[in-house]
Nanobody
């Protein structure tokens, strides 16, 4: 299971840090990703990180603003979001994939968190 936290309401230009804590199993062996979804749209890829943490991947719209990281000792995944924009407003989900191959397709991830709302508005 995953427990996500850190979402909230912020103004444009502000920052948030999302956390995704795993319980009952170790994140260390999984490729991890962050996705987001707005009502009426498909869930979209935001960022992913290899199981070692050595490789990271981002969708173009968040490059330079968001940073994905993991602390396998704490069994937790993070997403640092800076310079937030109104178009970043969505429910954010963490997900795990039981393979070392990093992909951006939501349907290829095996386990999902419950989601946390991020709202960017003035």
């Amino acid at each position: 299971q995953f427990v996500e936290s850190g979402g909230g309401l912020v103004q444009p230009g502000e920052s948030l840090r999302l956390s995704c804590a795993a319980s009952g199993f170790s994140l260390a062996a999984y490729t991890m990703g962050w996705f987001r979804q707005v009502p009426g749209k498909e869930r979209e890829f935001v960022a992913a990180i290899s199981w070692t943490g050595s490789s990271t991947y981002y969708t173009d719209s968040v490059k330079g603003r968001f940073t994905i990281s993991r602390d396998n000792a704490k069994n937790t995944l993070y997403l640092q979001m800076n310079s937030l924009k109104p178009e970043d407003t969505a429910v954010y989900y963490c997900a795990a994939r039981d393979t070392i191959v990093v992909v951006r397709t939501p349907s290829l991830y095996d386990y999902w968190g419950q989601g946390t709302q991020v709202t960017v508005s003035s």
